[in-house]
């Protein structure tokens, strides 16, 4: 399994942006289905977007498309999550991971890599 590390988090003003990145080891990250959930204070975690193998295709959940983006370098071994016109509400633990399938999945049962999560504080 590809082991996942998350870093980029942080405080930010709504309104803002930031990008957080997760770089892999030990697998072959071209292989993987890669992913961004989140966990909000006293809520489950959430999906927020997929991307597969190649990076030309990704899927969004409803309340981030058209402000986060997520990316790829595959010669880096690195996924990123661009998010613009950052709300309180996204306000949550962003956690990076993987899934050795083909296809995209927003299930967090589908993925079996998981990073340690990354702080994301969205002032008001």
């Known amino acids: 399994q590809v082991q996942l590390v998350e870093s980029g988090g942080g405080l930010v003003q709504a309104g803002g942006s930031l990008r957080l990145s997760c770089a892999a080891s030990g697998g072959t990250f071209s292989t993987y289905v890669l992913g961004w959930f989140r966990q909000a204070p006293g809520k489950e975690r959430e999906f927020v977007g997929a991307?597969?193998?190649?990076?030309?295709?990704?899927y969004y959940a409803e309340s981030v498309k058209g402000r986060f983006t997520i990316s790829r370098d595959n010669a880096k071994n690195t996924v990123y999550l661009q998010m613009n016109n950052l709300k309180p509400e996204d306000t949550a633990v962003y956690y990076c991971?993987?899934?050795?399938?083909?296809?995209?999945?927003?299930?967090?049962?589908?993925?079996?890599?998981w990073g340690q999560g990354t702080q994301v504080t969205v002032s008001s």
């Open positions: 991307i597969n193998r190649s990076g030309a295709g990704t």
């Open positions: 991971a993987g899934r050795s399938r083909r296809w995209l999945s927003k299930l967090e049962a589908d993925f079996g890599s």
